[in-house]
T-cell receptor, first 115, second 114 residues
Framework: GAVVSQHPSWVICKSGTSVKIECRSL??????MFWYRQFPKQSLMLMAT?????????EQGVEKDKFLINHASLTLSTLTVTSAHPEDSSFYIC???????????FGQGTRLTVV | AQSVTQLGSHVSVSEGALVLLRCNYS??????LFWYVQYPNQGLQLLLK??????LVKGINGFEAEFKKSETSFHLTKPSAHMSDAAEYFC????????????FGTGTRLTVIP
């Protein structure tokens, strides 16, 4: 199957700093990628849809100025958590495009801890 | 509205015992249902999926799941647990039409006791 590589797998940062998470499709091109996050004891929830060449689409309640998404090429999407705070500590994971009955391909996920 | 509920955030079984991970869903349209597994420090890997047709679907590593519309369930089973089955399991729903994002259960961590 297709491979999605996500880095870093875990990161600890100080409150107020920014963290960039990369998501690369290694063997396919993706005009769309998805970013999810999971808080403890909760489901993975869609944060935003990353669109190559245009602005990302954010889900309700997700601050677009805080979670900057850049889809610079057909193989790279990045999520930058700006001015991170402890409440942003979570598990973030990206996936390639899904098409209803087709399998989604996920990155390894990033565990972000803000101290 | 779509949602997925996984009963039991942690399940422990003995090696060789039956594995049963429960998943119930809610969907206003016919769903596609998936089970993904996540091993430590790895991405999510597809175990199996139900789209249409046969309601009993078989996946990798001896897992299978049965789609029961009347019970809105899609439970995952394996007759005999192996140590290598220890992982996090996610039940996931996709809508057949409309937006193509996914709806996740909260996950079940399976521990296999030797």
């Amino acid at each position: 199957g297709a491979v999605v590589s996500q880095h870093p797998s875990w990161v600890i940062c100080k409150s107020g700093t920014s963290v960039k998470i990369e998501c690369r499709s290694l063997d396919f091109q993706a005009t769309t990628m998805f970013w999810y996050r999971q808080f403890p004891k909760q489901s993975l929830m869609l944060m935003a849809t990353s669109n190559e060449g245009s602005k990302a689409t954010y889900e309700q309640g997700v601050e677009k100025d805080k979670f900057l998404i850049n889809h610079a090429s057909l193989t790279l999407s990045t999520l930058t958590v700006t001015s991170a705070h402890p409440e942003d500590s979570s598990f973030y994971i990206c996936s390639g495009p899904t098409g209803g009955n087709t399998e989604a391909f996920f990155g390894q996920g990033t565990r972000l801890t803000v101290v | 509205a779509q949602s997925v509920t996984q009963l039991g955030s942690h399940v422990s079984v003995s090696e060789g015992a039956l594995v049963l991970l429960r998943c119930n869903y809610s969907s206003s349209v016919p769903p596609y249902l998936f089970w993904y597994v996540q091993y430590p420090n790895q991405g999510l890997q597809l175990l199996l999926k139900y789209t249409t047709g046969a309601t009993l679907v078989k996946g990798i590593n001896g897992f299978e799941a049965e789609f029961k519309k009347s019970e809105t369930s899609f439970h995952l089973t394996k007759p005999s647990a192996h140590m290598s089955d220890a992982a996090e399991y996610f039940c996931v729903l996709a809508r057949q039409t409309g937006a193509n994002n996914l709806f996740f259960g909260t996950g079940t961590r399976l521990t296999v006791i030797p």
